[in-house]
């Protein structure tokens, strides 16, 4: 059994594309680092439209300082956010290019899996008929998982965890267990895919607060509704 955060990026800020590049490296030490505190095997770089490799030196049975890294991308589709994870990501698409078909059909191709990223903040990608792997728990607004379940149990799709994390602290507040006999890309996505996953939520006073704070900045952008509204639930405006 293996936990693995399957939604995290390197960087706490977009565009500024050249600084943002030199940033990467060090953001990866830093986001692996703090996985590996966490108690984490592995972590999911899955990054806005694009993909870097990074050679840690580190694996999930390692002793070192680092959790092993697993390929991925967050692909912002004309309906929303698509995780692609898995062996060989693309390493960079076009925002708003690829429809959710699209980019499910992209990371088949490749290999990966492709799975519905917090179906409940500025997404309609659940509504779409797509072939998708999974569907995610989102580390930043919990509190819809009960609507998440619902979905995944009407799709018959596994779900799986990931934090959403922009900050290296943020890490790990949501993840995966994988059963599995070793850590690979592969393997990963031959877990989700036969549903041996398992979304896990750390619900700790650090974590509560942070969402609350996330839920007031997202709220402020008409990204969500109130959960308790379950027949009509908040969607906001697709990623353009």
């Known amino acids: 059994m293996y936990a693995v955060d399957l939604h995290a990026h390197t960087r706490f800020f977009h565009g500024h594309g050249r600084v943002a590049e030199h940033y990467d490296p060090l953001g990866v030490r830093l986001l692996a680092g703090a996985a590996r505190m966490r108690g984490l095997d592995g972590v999911a770089l899955t990054n806005h439209d694009y993909y870097r490799s990074f050679d840690l030196g580190d694996g999930p049975d390692s002793t070192g300082p680092f959790a092993a890294t697993i390929p991925g991308i967050e692909v912002t589709t004309t309906h929303g956010h698509v995780l692609v994870v898995g062996p060989d990501p693309p390493t960079r698409t076009e925002p708003g290019d690829?429809?959710?078909?699209?980019?499910?059909?992209?990371?088949?191709?490749?290999?990966?899996?492709?799975?519905?990223?917090?179906?409940?903040?500025?997404?309609?990608?659940?509504?779409?008929?797509?072939?998708?792997?999974?569907?995610?728990?989102?580390?930043?607004?919990?509190?819809?998982?009960?609507?998440?379940?619902?979905?995944?149990?009407?799709?018959?799709?596994?779900?799986?965890?990931?934090?959403?994390?922009?900050?290296?602290?943020?890490?790990?507040?949501?993840?995966?267990?994988?059963?599995?006999?070793?850590?690979?890309?592969?393997?990963?996505?031959?877990?989700?895919?036969?549903?041996?996953?398992?979304?896990?939520?750390?619900?700790?006073?650090?974590?509560?607060?942070?969402?609350?704070?996330?839920r007031r900045v997202h709220e402020e952008k008409g990204g969500l509704q109130n959960p308790e509204w379950l027949e009509t639930p908040g969607v906001g405006e697709p990623p353009k």
């Open 98 to 214: 690829l429809s959710p078909e699209e980019a499910v059909e992209l990371a088949h191709d490749r290999g990966c899996a492709a799975i519905v990223a917090h179906p409940y903040r500025n997404s309609t990608v659940r509504e779409v008929e797509a072939d998708f792997d999974a569907i995610e728990v989102n580390g930043k607004h919990p509190r819809t998982e009960e609507w998440v379940r619902e979905l995944a149990d009407r799709h018959d799709l596994p779900l799986v965890g990931g934090s959403d994390a922009h900050y290296p602290v943020e890490v790990g507040r949501a993840y995966t267990e994988i059963e599995a006999d070793e850590l690979t890309p592969e393997s990963v996505v031959a877990a989700i895919r036969e549903g041996r996953v398992r979304p896990r939520v750390h619900r700790g006073p650090f974590n509560r607060a942070l969402r609350t704070l996330y």
